[in-house]
């Protein structure tokens, strides 16, 4: 497969050696992803304070926090499952 990607490639013109000033794809690409980059970084920071939080707490807290996290997320599964 790769080999079939790099023959149409090669045929339109690329070659890797010559990169030079291209029309900005890059830069396009990168202001692109930015914002599903910054939601993953908040996503994972998130999940990482919360872990930080269950370590400080005892093992009933996290239960109870674990079941209101459940609890607030139940509308949201309802109305996603009417759509």
Known sequence: MPLLLLRSTWSQ???PWK???G???GRELLARM???FGSNLAS???AL???MV???LGEGAVTWLNLARKLINLPLVALMSLN
């Open 13 to 15: 013109g690329w070659r």
């Open 44 to 46: 994972h920071g998130l």
């Open 19 to 21: 990169l030079g000033r």
């Open 34 to 36: 930015a914002p599903l």
């Open 23 to 25: 029309s900005g794809a």
């Open 49 to 51: 304070l919360e872990r």
């Open 54 to 56: 269950a370590s400080l």
